[in-house]
């Protein structure tokens, strides 16, 4: 099986630009919300300090996988590379 050249694909810049920019944006508010979130939680539910940060620990790993699920979903939309 032959790998592609590099000659073959171009990086179209305008649509990698797009999808990093907007995963900054969404991830600052995913993060933020899973911290916020695992600190009012664990306040809620009387979990004191470790519970706070294990309950942060979770969320922050469901965020990986929100922001991971968006940039697989953006490339879709707007693909980073085009044959040339």
Same mark, same amino acid.
């Given at each position: +099986? $032959?790998?592609? %050249?590099?000659? %073959?694909? *171009?990086? #179209?810049?305008? %649509?990698? @630009?797009?999808?990093?920019?907007?995963?900054?944006? @969404?991830?600052?508010?995913? =993060?933020? /919300?899973? =911290? !916020?979130?695992?600190? !009012?939680? /664990?306040?809620?539910? $009387?979990?004191?300090? *470790?519970? !706070?940060?294990?309950?942060?620990? &979770?969320? =922050? /790993?469901?965020?990986?996988?929100? +922001?991971?699920?968006? #940039?697989? /979903? !953006? *490339?879709? &939309?707007?693909? =980073?590379?085009?044959?040339?």
């Amino acid at each position: +099986m $032959n790998a592609p %050249s590099s000659s %073959s694909r *171009q990086i #179209v810049w305008p %649509s990698v @630009i797009t999808v990093v920019s907007a995963a900054i944006l @969404i991830g600052a508010e995913v =993060f933020g /919300a899973a =911290f !916020a979130g695992g600190w !009012a939680l /664990a306040i809620l539910l $009387n979990l004191g300090d *470790q519970g !706070a940060h294990i309950l942060q620990a &979770v969320l =922050f /790993a469901l965020g990986v996988l929100v +922001m991971t699920a968006f #940039v697989r /979903a !953006a *490339q879709r &939309v707007e693909p =980073f590379f085009k044959r040339g």
